[in-house]
């Protein structure tokens, strides 16, 4: 069965250092997104992807974040200069097509800032 | 904006029992999805309910919306260890693509 994958699993980093995480969607899928955990919180949106281009994201989406599909089979996050508070459990998510159909997750990267 | 609450936190029976999880919105659901959370594996996907008094059943899990689209159930029967794990409410906005989360009701399931 076809499943969104992410890598890595955990990643460590200094703060103000740059990560890149990844996510390889599942492969007819046309709608990405990345959503975050801080520990004990709720689940976040963050930003939504379609057709080559952002088209939704949250207030957390500052301008520290980017997204991007460079190759038609990776979906990535990447922040610039990472912050201690953006310590958290970012998950990948990927759906066919129309606003009703189920997004599918990634297991998720946890993000360690020191 | 939109907020789901779920009840229990957390709950812990013996295998074999039924338990309910209920999740209540702020607003009334465009979409109300149940997903089941397990360390290293990700989200995974149970049932989608839209439609006011919609019932959903997937092997021992049944799920409802009721009428008013504003709370929902999920309720397993003859619990097992397997069914242990953080469960999830997400709900769509209309007219949003993101999903906004509930807290989750971690299940323990002692054999």
């Known amino acids: 069965e076809p499943e969104v994958t992410q890598t890595p699993s955990h990643q460590v980093t200094q703060m103000g250092q740059e990560v890149i995480l990844r996510c390889v969607p599942i492969?007819?899928?046309?709608?990405f997104y990345w959503y975050r955990q801080i520990l004990g919180q709720k689940v976040e949106f963050l930003v939504s992807f379609y057709n080559n281009e952002i088209s939704e994201k949250s207030e957390i989406f500052d301008d520290q974040f980017s997204v991007e599909r460079p190759d038609g089979s990776n979906f990535t996050l990447k922040i610039r200069s990472t912050k201690l508070e953006d310590s958290a459990m970012y998950f990948c998510?990927?759906?066919?097509?129309?606003?009703?159909?189920?997004?599918?997750f990634g297991p998720g990267t946890r993000l360690l800032v020191l | 904006s939109q907020e789901l609450e779920q009840s229990p936190q957390s709950l812990i029976v013996q295998e074999g029992k039924n338990l309910t999880i209920n999740c209540t919105s702020s607003?009334?659901?465009?979409?109300l999805y149940w997903y089941k959370q397990k360390y290293g594996e990700g989200l995974i996907f149970l049932m989608m309910l839209q439609k006011g008094g919609e019932e959903k059943s997937h092997e021992k899990i049944t799920a409802k919306l009721d009428e008013k689209k504003q709370q929902s159930s999920l309720h397993i029967t003859a619990s097992q260890p397997s069914h242990a794990g953080i469960y999830l409410c997400?709900?769509?906005?209309?007219?949003?693509?993101?999903?906004?989360f509930g807290k989750g009701m971690k299940l323990t399931v002692n054999p």
């Open positions: 492969s007819n899928h046309l709608y």
């Open positions: 607003k009334t659901l465009y979409g």
């Open positions: 997400l709900a769509t906005q209309g007219g949003s693509e993101k999903l906004v």
């Open positions: 998510a990927s759906k066919g097509g129309t606003t009703t159909e189920t997004q599918y």
